[in-house]
């Protein structure tokens, strides 16, 4: 599954996340019917599992895409701050290059200049209504000419900042919101999965889930003919075999599907955006046909899994809760296609 980034801190924004919004999982009726499942009945808590991990990765993909969104515009108020805080302090110089004209001025009962400079639009237009248009020297009338310009940057960098901010509210409100989406879901299948018995439960989550096979699993190394790049992409995949999906996760110790495909890419000095929605948009589309180890396969209508070909039919990716990184017939998801970074 997956998708995944923290901005500077936000005390510096003064921006809160909101408090989270209700989940969108559909509850199980609270029965004891799922505590001894015939093999039928097992079967249909097997697909009620899968369903709820898989509506669970979909919204970790979609956190994954408004938390990256989030860091981008914590980032982005940031500059705009530092660069207001620069622009006030350059106003304040203008200022006291223009102290002798708005001393003149203020001694004449004007209005102070200082709230003459944030409301004026025209530099000279304010020379000449204060009457001191011939008083003004060249260098001042410069001088005040810069720092309307100036002061007129500042209003529209602030304004931007107030946008930035918003947005970066409604995010992380947005966020907080899928966060219990996926929290839902991953508590409904683990409260269906304890009502199972042991036997049940190992048939509907299987072997992959068990630390025994997370241990087995790990050693495994690629042996291919790939080279390069690829062949550093496919190392690096292969040294995660056996961790655990974590959704949301970028490693070390766990990753979510779209996680395990850019620390894997990276590893091969190739850059891939955080989301498997904008992995698919990098690189060239590839036949089904004409597959190579290295490419990413991605699966279900939304795109919301994806995972790296390795050759022979096979697929490694990062499967969902409650699993570990695994390699897996390319086929055991519905498949939409194949991307060459």
Partial sequence: MGTHRRPRPAGRTRTA?????AGAAVLLPTTTAWAEPGTGNTDQVKA?????????????EQYN????RAKQLQDQAGKLQDRLAEQQEKILKFQETLGALAADQYRGGGIDPSMQLMLSSSPDEYLSRAGLQDMAGEQQADALRSALRLQQSINQDRAETADKLAELEQARSAMAA?????????????RVLAGLKAADRA????????????SSARGQTYTGPATGQVKAILDFA?????????????????????????????????????VSQDQWNVGKRIAKA???????????????????YIGNGKLLHAP?????IEIVDMDVMPYMGAVRP
């Avoid at 895409?65 to 990256?68: A, L, Q």
């Avoid at 004409?290 to 995972?307: A, R």
């Avoid at 969902?320 to 570990?324: E, S």
Wanted: hydrophobic share 35%; net charge neutral; proline share 4%.
């Fill in 320 to 324: 969902r809760t409650g699993k570990n």
């Fill in 178 to 190: 899928k966060k219990t989406e996926v929290q839902k879901n991953l508590a409904e299948a683990s």
């Fill in 238 to 274: 292969y040294a995660q075999i056996g961790k655990p999906y974590g959704w949301g996760a970028t490693g070390p110790n766990s990753f979510d599907c779209s996680g395990l495909t850019q620390a894997a890419f990276r590893a091969g000095g190739v850059g891939l955006p955080r």
């Fill in 17 to 21: 996340v909101l408090g989270a919004a």
């Fill in 48 to 60: 009620k599992v899968d369903a709820l991990y898989e509506d669970a990765e979909a919204a970790t």
């Fill in 290 to 308: 004409d597959i190579q180890p290295g490419d990413l396969l991605f699966y279900y209508n939304d795109l919301h899994h994806v995972g790296i």
């Fill in 203 to 214: 048939r509907v989550l299987g072997d992959n889930n068990q630390a025994a096979s997370r």
């Fill in 65 to 68: 895409k408004v938390d990256e």
